[in-house]
């Protein structure tokens, strides 16, 4: 897996719809990944997933949460 194209392409694919549709600035670019995760798929994955909270977290910002729901059977 470690240079796997087409883990490499899927990546790609996540990281260019997140630059597309995420607010500025939660995507740390390439070259910073790289820097911080190291030149890894793995790092990379990370970095991805990272911009992922980061957006979620600034579009519920200022909304109630929903009540967990009830494990009662």
Known sequence: MKND???RAALRMIRAT???HCPPG???SEEQ???HY??????EAEALSVAIVATV???SFGRPKP???S???
Not at 38 to 43: D, E, F, Q, V
């Open 26 to 28: 939660v995507l740390m």
């Open 18 to 20: 997140i630059q597309e």
């Open 71 to 73: 494990i009662k059977a």
């Open 57 to 59: 977290e600034r579009l």
């Open 33 to 35: 990944v790289n820097g």
């Open 5 to 7: 194209p087409d883990c």
């Open 67 to 69: 009540p967990a729901p």
């Open 38 to 43: 190291g030149p890894t798929l793995l790092g």
